[in-house]
């Protein structure tokens, strides 16, 4: 071999030498350094405040407004936030739809925002899961990068004068690259409370049909109760009007004073001013109901079911607070919560242990694709150990511990919430179950007073005040024995609501 091939064999020695050294220098090739794709920024579900009771039902009692009164219980329904909004169905029809209450519910059940809302919920719990569960599992990612690149050799202390101070090169490299967690307490934790908020999620939906049972179903009850005042109304006003023309046409006979007549028409027209406000209250309800349903913008219906006196439930006291503690979706969700943050007071405990994880990576890199491109790959088991971490972990499980201790507080505070809506529930039926036997006794009674002194009055025997006073004595007895009614319906739409599954039990309690 001559001096001069020696020396040019020595020289890409060298040159070789040196471009390994300098790869050497580089922590990792720019394919390693890919961590895999930039991940997506969730939108929050809704910007929306939610009410902590989206749907509630109140009941007092109402003072007698005269001496010859009674004390009436008085409920109404209150539904916000969601509860209150639903999507339209379909298209709006020139035919009144017969709704019954089953068809109502039904379609609150498809249509309601509060029960959309409470899917969208779960749907992101599940996306939240398989976050979770990702760390757990393989990540792999493929990365291909061609690098040119110019190096002082003189930068890494070669000070040499047989290589140069600088180095051109370049070098192509496709590598497939694997991340795998062994071993990593706080991910494993952190999935199982992703898991257990999933469950609370999907309970919580279930508990959002109940709601929605009593916003649809109270909602229902009181428009057929304000509808039936309608009616009452509309009856007597007829009864009115009749007495109103006899007295007319007694003063023009001479038969009766002219105050006779006076004091029959300010009832007459009492009565359609009654009449009016009842059907503006009919009008405003049928929108509120076609709201919480998702029936079509303009959509005409009418409301049929009317149910009548049934004082049986046929469940005890007893037998309603057992149901309730197996029933009851939102004890269901809140013992799920609990289980979540003992998951998350886990994890945060594991972060002063080490993990465990191995990355690899395998493919073909060379100074050409096709020509003296080689197999590589490099394997790495990666033990890390906690040391020094300024407290963090400290914080860490303090802040789980503190919402631990909240969440427990609310399961407690949720079974609680559960026994007093049953007891609340038998309480108001037992009420409205005497009021009801009482209200439609006083009610014949009113009526049949009127009729006496409709004949009274026509055989001359008595004037308009008799006639006048019973027929605002049958007003109100109507009006009681309606919303004892309506009373003892509610308690047991709110029965079935404290109980749980309301969908299954409200057709026992609401039979016809």
Excluded at 205 to 221: C, F, H, M, P, Q
Excluded at 421 to 448: F, K, P, T, W, Y
Aim: with cysteine.
């Amino acid at each position: 071999m001559t001096s001069a091939v020696a020396d040019q064999v020595w020289c890409r020695w060298l040159a070789g030498c040196t471009l390994l050294f300098c790869g050497s220098v580089a922590a990792q090739t720019p394919v390693q350094s890919i961590t895999g794709p930039t991940r997506a920024q969730p939108v929050p579900l809704s910007g929306r405040p939610q009410p902590s009771d989206p749907v509630l039902i109140q009941q007092q009692t109402a003072p007698a407004s005269t001496p010859g009164d009674v004390n009436v219980l008085n409920s109404t329904v209150t539904v916000q936030g969601a509860y209150a909004g639903g999507r339209p169905e379909g298209k709006a029809t020139n035919e009144p739809l017969q709704l019954t209450l089953d068809a109502a519910l039904k379609m609150a059940l498809r249509n309601n925002l509060g029960r959309l809302s409470e899917d969208a919920s779960v749907q992101q719990a599940e996306g939240q899961r398989l976050a979770a569960r990702s760390a757990l599992l393989p990540n792999v990612n493929v990365g291909a990068a061609e690098v040119f690149a110019k190096a002082n050799l003189r930068e890494v202390g070669l000070k040499t004068s047989i290589i140069p101070a600088a180095v051109v090169y370049n070098y192509d490299d496709l590598r497939g690259l694997l991340q795998q967690s062994v071993l990593d307490l706080v991910s494993i934790h952190q999935f199982h409370g992703a898991t257990e908020n999933l469950k609370a999620s999907m309970a919580s939906a279930r508990n959002a049909r109940d709601l929605i049972v009593l916003a649809a179903g109270g909602t229902y009850l009181q428009l057929t109760a304000t509808a039936a005042r309608l009616q009452a109304s509309k009856a007597q006003t007829v009864s009115s009007r009749a007495v109103y023309l006899q007295a007319r046409d007694r003063f023009e006979a001479g038969l009766a004073p002219r105050l006779d007549a006076t004091r029959a028409q300010v009832q007459l027209q009492t009565e359609e001013q009654r009449t009016l406000s009842l059907q503006a209250d009919v009008d405003t309800q049928a929108l509120r109901l076609a709201r919480i349903i998702g029936l079509p913008s303009g959509q005409a219906f009418a409301a049929t079911d009317v149910y009548p006196y049934q004082p049986d439930t046929g469940f005890t006291l007893e037998q309603a607070l057992s149901r309730a503690g197996s029933h009851r979706q939102d004890l269901v969700a809140a013992a799920a919560s609990v289980r979540a943050a003992d998951a998350a007071v886990k994890a945060a405990h594991s972060e002063r242990l080490p993990s465990i994880a191995i990355h690899a990576d395998a493919g073909i890199a060379g100074t050409a694709p096709t020509q003296t491109s080689l197999g590589v790959y490099t394997v790495q088991g990666i033990v890390t150990v906690p040391v020094y971490n300024g407290g963090r972990v400290a914080g860490d499980v303090k802040q789980a511990e503190a919402a631990q201790t909240q969440r427990r507080a609310e399961l407690e505070d949720a079974r609680a919430q559960a026994d007093q809506d049953v007891r609340q529930a038998v309480i108001q039926l037992n009420a409205a179950n005497g009021q009801v036997q009482l209200a439609i006794s006083n009610q014949a009674l009113a009526h049949e007073s009127l009729a006496q002194s409709v004949d009274r009055f026509l055989a001359g025997i008595t004037d308009t005040v008799e006639v006048v006073q019973a027929e605002q004595a049958v007003v109100q007895a109507d009006d009681d024995a309606i919303t004892a009614l309506y009373e003892h319906n509610l308690a047991k739409l709110s029965l079935s609501r404290a109980m749980g599954s309301a969908e299954e039990t409200l057709p026992q309690l609401l039979r016809k």
